[in-house]
């Protein structure tokens, strides 16, 4: 099975940066797209950000625009999330999110995913 490890979660005060990474293991990958979700206390999973291993399309939330940038390595099968200018909103755990193919599926839907991490707590302090 394939498996999704996030890690770079942490507190940080407001204004600061992290930088998280996912990183398939278990076998063999190579993903359609990746994505990160997120969920703050109290609150849905939502979207951040995707991107798409052939091109690079990338897509991102209006909440993290311009402040947020989502990269990839194929090589290494991972994916980063590097967050500049973090708030206390931002403050969430953030899970990595793998599409193994496209199927027809809008990508900030959590629906289109097949793999999914256990999370990394983002603490954002005031």
């Known amino acids: 099975q394939v498996q999704l490890v996030e890690s770079g979660g942490g507190l940080v005060q407001a204004g600061g940066s992290l930088r998280l990474s996912c990183a398939a293991s278990?076998?063999?990958?190579?993903?359609?797209?990746m994505a990160w979700f997120r969920q703050g206390p109290g609150k849905e999973r939502r979207f951040v950000t995707s991107?798409?291993?052939?091109?690079?399309?990338?897509d991102y939330a209006d909440s993290v625009k311009g402040r947020f940038a989502i990269s990839g390595d194929n090589a290494k099968n991972t994916v980063y999330l590097q967050m500049n200018s973090l708030k206390p909103e931002d403050t969430a755990v953030y899970y990595c999110?793998?599409?193994?193919?496209?199927?027809?599926?809008?990508?900030?839907?959590?629906?289109?995913?097949?793999?999914w991490g256990q999370g990394t707590q983002v603490t954002v302090s005031s």
């Open positions: 991107i798409i291993r052939s091109g690079g399309s990338t």
């Open positions: 278990g076998r063999t990958f190579s993903s359609y797209a």
């Open positions: 999110a793998a599409a193994a193919r496209y199927d027809r599926i809008w990508l900030r839907s959590q629906n289109a995913y097949d793999f």
